[in-house]
């Protein structure tokens, strides 16, 4: 437990946590460059996408027996392209020593797992190209990337985008804390409109998806290489880190429920997630900064925001709490378009295509088989996305919205 903890008299302060005022999640200010002693590293890491394309990324690592650590991200990325360098047909079942050393040894020294998470690809990943600029996809370029071209660049940085907008509402949580403790309802109310209005533009920040990512390249090409080795039926029985032990190790790929934001909004407005879902949700924590997941428990133990509201005689306030469940629950309503369109829509085109001309050479037709209608972090993903949905209808107050005013367009 932090300073924050459950003590009333404590403040509670999101510096504690390493959560920006500014940017929340979104790690300020990354470094573009490691000192020299990392740099054969880096001179693959930067490379990529090519030595991919040319089928020589395993021979460049396998070249360089270096037991040096690097930083997550690099070695992340270059894992990812190792492990994916031929698709689904010819993935390795150890990943080398001189890789898997220093992965494992950041990654110990981080608390991360040795796979490339969202904490990396996203929140760790991005620079701005003048540095004095907006922070906005005009303006922000990856350091670090992957096969996809444009649309996995897009990728990233929508997702990024999300993850700014959020900040308001981050920043409100000890606020929602400290009305709570005190009664204050007034203060409470307005923290709760700061954070309804950020939960709004998250979606809007995730509509900029259609915009940047090409439905068929996300799927076709740059799935795979955010997809993982735990229920992952590609490769059933894990991935061995040489020099680090001999059993096999089950890494979940990428996935939204590595993001820290829902995880907090869940527990500020008291949405319980069971069974399998709540299950894979709590497991994604094991994928976040440790710090960031103590923020979500320590928020938790907070008291009930709900049952505050609940008890008081104070319209205002219902309402106040009542548009955040709503912003969530379209929040998420919005992601299972979005999913549908980038997964389950090119995964049904897929198959036709695949009928219809067996040596087609489409991006989307080469997609991975053993990955369809799955998300990057093993779930069945449309069927997880609409019981996490379903179950943020739980704590509403107030009556539900129709399911007509709940709809979100998918498209502006």
Not at 54 to 80: F, P, S
Not at 109 to 122: E, K, S, V
Not at 302 to 329: G, I, M, N, W, Y
Request: glycine content about 6%.
């Amino acid at each position: 437990m932090t300073a924050a903890g459950t003590n009333p008299d404590t403040a509670f302060s999101l510096d504690s946590y390493h959560v920006s005022e500014e940017l929340g999640f979104i790690l300020p200010q990354p470094l573009k460059e490691l000192p020299p002693y990392y740099q054969p590293w880096m001179d693959i890491a930067l490379r990529v996408p090519e030595l991919l394309e040319a089928h020589q990324l395993r021979d460049h690592i396998n070249k360089k027996h270096r037991e040096l650590r690097l930083a997550h991200l690099a070695l992340g990325v270059m894992t990812m392209g190792y492990v994916w360098q031929e698709g689904e047909k010819d993935t390795v079942e150890i990943l080398p020593r001189n890789l898997a050393v220093p992965y494992w040894e950041v990654s110990q020294l981080l608390g991360l797992p040795p796979i490339l998470t969202h904490a990396d690809a996203a929140l760790a990943n991005w620079k701005k190209k003048d540095p004095e600029g907006p922070f906005d996809m005009n303006n922000l370029e990856l350091l670090l990337t992957l096969p996809g071209d444009d649309s996995i660049q897009g990728f990233f940085l929508v997702t990024l985008l999300v993850e700014l907008a959020a900040v308001p509402a981050l920043r409100n949580i000890p606020t929602v804390i400290k009305s709570v403790r005190s009664g204050d309802c007034e203060a409470l109310a307005r923290a709760l409109e700061v954070i309804s209005q950020s939960l709004q533009d998250m979606t809007d920040a995730l509509k900029l998806i259609h915009d940047y990512v090409n439905p068929s390249v996300f799927y076709g090409t740059i799935r795979i290489y955010l997809s993982g080795w735990k229920d992952n039926p590609i490769m059933p029985n894990g991935l061995i880190y040489e020099g680090v032990q001999t059993a096999a190790m089950e890494f979940s790929g990428g996935s939204a429920a590595q993001s820290s934001l829902l995880h907090c909004f869940d527990e500020l407005l008291g949405v319980r997630h069971v069974k399998s879902s709540g299950r894979f949700l709590t497991r994604m924590r094991n994928y976040m900064p440790p710090v960031h997941k103590e923020l979500i428990q320590d928020i938790s133990m907070q008291p009930s925001l709900r049952d505050f509201v609940q008890q008081q005689a104070c319209e205002k306030l219902s309402l106040a709490f009542h548009h955040c469940v709503t912003k969530l629950l379209h929040f998420r309503s919005y992601h299972i378009n979005v999913v549908s369109r980038f997964i389950t829509v090119p995964s049904a085109r897929a198959r036709q295509l695949r009928e219809q001309r067996p040596d087609g050479k489409s991006n989307i037709s080469k997609a991975p088989i053993g990955l369809e209608e799955r998300g990057t972090g093993g779930s069945s993903v449309i069927s997880f996305l609409k019981t996490v949905r379903d179950q943020t209808k739980s704590v509403f107050l107030l009556p539900t919205p129709s399911r007509d005013k709940s709809k979100t367009n998918l498209q502006h």
